[in-house]
């Protein structure tokens, strides 16, 4: 599709035809994903009565949908977004709705409750990288793609915050179960309206031109190299910012604070975090977003290393909002570069790549620190989480992906921008 625009900025962004409403669709849709944690743990804890079990189901949920995330998105590429992503919202819808149901029925063994909560973790529409591959299909230029990619993360993030409180409204009237079938509804209705917009048209299957033929190339060790360098930061980060979850309670309470301190020193992250990606979005790098990225990643280790020096709450909310400057820009450099390695019919998958290299990264951080900020001082933890960062931005960045592949064969692909443009990636 052709794109408009005159000056990069948001506004050139959502201008784009079909752009604005399939953004919100999309969403709509991944609003479910910000809301179906917390009214499944609700629920599940109701029935149950055991945090043991409650948790383990969890665990099966979460699995699934992170590690057979690439796999989904291969599903979307290979076959289109309208084939692909409306049926796997379907049966996640149906089967959140079976595990809502069973869980307004005290009684139900826990092994009935893991596979069902497995099967729909499996099942989950990567909505956020077909977005995002999307974005990249609707805007060749580079810099209207990086403003895209900006705001899809600063959005994605206020999804994670306002979709828990939105479950707080919902349990405050009805059972907890009431969240979860809510889930099913925003997915579906979101997925829905995402793949009948005319730009879900615009991502071709795998093995497809625009015009129908075959194509040449697949991606190959190229493009595997190319991506190593975004895929290990987007774990690193991932790593990093969920220790300070358990950190930042475990300084409030090493102080008497309460949990509300803890709270808000989180908000100041999640706040930092959108203020960087929008300021990040607006800017016209002079660099490359390979050259850009070890910086952001290190950038990120250095403020959580100094955070675990905070002598009290405000100066670490402080540190962390600093830290959160560098989360969401690292994260959406990260993706920019996945697409730039992308070989053509493989969009969806390299995003979905940094994503579940994200959320792996987020659960190992999670489990890691909880066995290290019981044995070690709190400053030391806080360097060992920046230090994860800081590890993650000494991997090489290659150059290769889309331009191999094109070298091997594929010369029906269009020409874009490689990673060491002048437009900032």
């Not at 692909?84 to 009935?112: E, F, Q």
């Not at 909505?127 to 990086?146: F, H, K, N, S």
């Not at 020096?309 to 820009?329: E, K, M, N, R």
């Not at 290299?357 to 044995?375: D, H, I, P, W, Y």
């Amino acid at each position: 599709m052709s794109t408009p625009p005159s000056r990069p900025s948001y506004a050139a962004v959502l201008r784009v035809p079909h752009a604005h409403r399939t953004f919100m669709a999309a969403l709509v849709g991944r609003l479910s994903y910000g809301t179906v944690s917390l009214a499944l743990m609700l629920s599940l804890t109701r029935v149950t009565g055991s945090y043991a079990v409650a948790g383990t189901v969890m665990a099966l949920f979460g699995a699934t949908g992170v590690f057979l995330s690439p796999y989904r998105a291969a599903l979307v590429d290979r076959h289109g977004p309208r084939r692909a992503l409306l049926p796997m919202a379907l049966l996640y819808a149906a089967l959140l709705c079976a595990l809502a149901v069973a869980c307004l029925r005290p009684g139900v063994p826990a092994a009935v409750l893991g596979v069902t909560a497995a099967l729909a973790g499996a099942c989950t529409p990567p909505l956020g990288p077909t977005m995002r591959a999307v974005w990249a299909e609707l805007l060749p230029d580079r810099d209207l793609l990086q403003r895209a990619y900006s705001l899809d993360g600063v959005a994605e993030e206020l999804l994670f915050v306002s979709g828990p409180l939105l479950v707080g409204l919902v349990v405050g009237v009805a059972p907890p179960a009431v969240g979860i079938v809510l889930s099913t509804l925003l997915v579906a209705v979101g997925t829905l309206a995402f793949v009948t917009s005319p730009a879900a048209g615009a991502l071709r299957p795998a093995g497809r031109k625009k015009d129908g033929a075959p194509t040449a190339g697949r991606g190959g060790t190229g493009q595997g190299r190319a991506l190593l360098q975004p895929v290990v930061v987007a774990a690193g980060v991932g790593v990093s910012v969920s220790a300070v979850d358990l950190l930042a309670v475990a300084f409030a309470g090493e102080r008497g604070l309460g949990n509300g301190t803890a709270a808000w020193v989180l908000a100041a992250l999640s706040a930092g975090s959108a203020v960087g990606g929008l300021l990040n979005g607006a800017v016209t790098w002079s660099s490359s977003a390979r050259a850009r990225l070890p910086f952001l990643a290190a950038g990120l280790g250095v403020c959580l290393a100094a955070a675990g020096l905070a002598p009290g709450a405000g100066t670490l909310a402080a540190a962390l909002a600093c830290a959160g400057l560098f989360v969401a820009p690292a994260l959406t450099t990260a993706y920019l570069i996945a697409d730039e390695s992308a070989a053509p019919g493989f969009r969806t998958r390299v995003g979905a790549w940094c994503n579940t290299a994200v959320n792996a990264g987020m659960s190992a951080g999670a489990a890691a620190v909880g066995l290290l900020v019981e044995r070690l001082p709190l400053p030391v933890c806080f360097a060992l989480s920046g230090a994860v960062a800081m590890a993650a931005a000494l991997v090489p960045g290659w150059r290769g992906g889309r331009g191999e592949v094109r070298a091997t064969g594929d010369t029906g692909a269009p020409q874009r921008a490689d990673a060491g443009s002048s437009s900032g990636g």
